[in-house]
């Protein structure tokens, strides 16, 4: 009977580790279509790693993961930070993904900023974030920061205008932004939302600044 139960557990383990994988890797695929091969990325919130993981075999660079917890399982370079301050140089990546993390993060401002500091000139950043479009929607986000408020604090999601005002805000153009279907994810289904931005550059961030 025992041993049943374990070989059942280790069933379940298995399972949730291909899913967990395998998610990441369609994300991987879905993030190297809009990178050029062999750039040197930064991936901020990186969770267990996969993505980078996936992504370090797809683009042929080393895909660098941070985060503010400790969670990374996937064989990848990882480097832990405080929440404030990436621990990388200025202008050092060419592209910067922030995958489900925005809304998770205590001081967005504060990623935002690390991410043009760590950003050249022209470069590229990926989101994906959850967006409470219907009351469903709300409801799902409404579980989701009841999941994370004790590891990472409460969560805030925003609609599609207010991320639009607070890319252009930091600096960030629009390239592409699409919707995800909320079915992507069953055990999480809500709706997804896809950008690319990229750096408008230094000059126009500095001019921000000064008129803040
Ligand atoms: C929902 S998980 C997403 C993980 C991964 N990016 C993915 O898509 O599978 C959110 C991640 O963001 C991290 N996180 C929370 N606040 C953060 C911050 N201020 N800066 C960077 N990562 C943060 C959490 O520790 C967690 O690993």
Known sequence: MTSLLHSAQRRRKRLRRRLTVGKA??????????????????????G????????????????????VAKNAEAPIEYLHYNGTQFPVPD?????????????????FRAVLNEVRRVLRDGGLVVVYEDIPRSWWDSFVCWTHDLRWRS?????????EPEWRSLFSAFGFEI???????????LAHPVCHWFYVLKSNGAAKFELMLSTA
Do not use: K
């Open 25 to 46: 890797y369609d994300m991987a695929l879905e993030v190297a279509r809009v990178l050029p091969r062999n750039a040197r990325v930064l991936d901020v919130g990186c």
């Open 48 to 67: 267990n790693g996969f993505i980078a993981h996936h992504l370090t075999a797809i683009l042929g660079a080393s895909v660098v993961g941070l985060d």
């Open 91 to 107: 202008n050092s990546f060419d592209a910067v993904l922030l995958c489900y993390v925005l809304h998770h993060a205590q001081d």
């Open 151 to 159: 590891r990472t604090g409460h969560c805030t999601f925003r609609h």
């Open 175 to 185: 390239i592409t932004e699409r919707p995800l279907s909320r079915w992507r994810n």
